[in-house]
């Protein structure tokens, strides 16, 4: 491996979906670090179709939490709103939303923090988070992260390896 900050792929390491979450407060200044991560990624044509809800009000906190168990114990939530709407070149906001993402479970480990992408439950919850957090009808709730301590920390589950799923010049050609 070419030498570099090893920290980078620690932080990618350590990452894992967390869903149980100790009581202890997370600063808004975390939050707003997370965010900056997320608004930092690159998004189609630069258009930055996306906003965010930083949740800390314990009463918010509690109704989000009926949305998915998975925010279990979560002191705070980062709520991902995108602009469904296309760029000149094409309709490139959810792959923004994504990468967005990304960047904010990263930066959460990287500041000693946890979280868990909630996508799935937020669909099926789509148009009681938007009446629940005043969300115009011009946006999408496409996901929620709830961010705080890890109550537990879960082994690395198997991962694919590189000589599993890479190939070099053309589709199954392994290195030589």
């Not at 920290?7 to 965010?35: D, G, H, K, M, Y």
């Not at 994504?98 to 909630?118: D, E, N, P, T």
Request: aromatic residues 6%; proline residues 6%.
């Amino acid at each position: 491996m070419p030498t570099s900050d090893m920290r980078f792929f620690e932080v990618i390491n350590a990452r894992r979906s967390i869903r149980q979450f100790t009581a202890e407060c997370v600063p808004v200044e975390v939050l707003e670090a997370i965010v900056q991560a997320g608004l930092e990624s690159p998004t189609g044509c630069n258009a930055q179709l996306r906003q965010y809800i930083i949740v800390t009000d314990p009463a918010v906190m509690d109704r989000l939490r009926t949305v998915s168990k998975a925010m279990d114990g979560a002191p705070a939530a980062i709520v991902q709103l995108i602009e469904p709407k296309p760029t000149q070149w094409g309709d490139f906001h959810l792959q923004d939303a994504a990468a967005s993402i990304q960047s904010m479970l990263l930066a959460a480990v990287a500041l000693g923090y946890a979280s868990c992408w909630i996508e799935g439950q937020v669909r099926r919850s789509h148009e009681e988070i938007r009446r629940m957090l005043g969300v115009p009808d011009t946006l999408h709730v496409s996901a929620i992260l709830p961010i705080g301590r890890a109550a537990q920390q879960p082994r690395r589950p198997e991962k694919a390896t590189l000589a599993q799923t890479t190939y070099y010049d053309s589709y199954g050609r392994k290195k030589a």
